[in-house]
């Protein structure tokens, strides 16, 4: 996975960097540098970035706020669950 293709499905999921952070449990700070490429994307966040594009997952929550993140998942679910 690029950084490219990590901020676009972040964007896709309509998830801020600290609501994709917390979900993923690691920081705002960390995704910042797999979406500009300093550092490489694990194997590990790569898998979880495809399960959450692929299956029906509630609204990523901005963990600062305790709203739900916008989240427009709609064409992404082709997989039944």
């Given at each position: ?29 960390q995704l910042t540098r ?7 994307i694990p194997g590990t ?28 998942l709609k064409g992404l ?5």
């Amino acid at each position: 996975m690029t950084p490219l293709q990590f901020n676009t499905l972040r964007k896709a999921l309509g998830a801020t960097q600290s609501a994709l952070a917390a979900t993923l449990g690691t920081t705002q700070r960390q995704l910042t540098r797999y979406e500009t490429g300093a550092q490489k994307i694990p194997g590990t966040v790569e898998v979880l970035m495809h399960i959450l594009s692929t299956r029906k997952i509630p609204k990523i929550k901005n963990p600062r706020r305790g709203r739900p993140a916008k989240t427009n998942l709609k064409g992404l679910h082709n997989a039944k669950t």
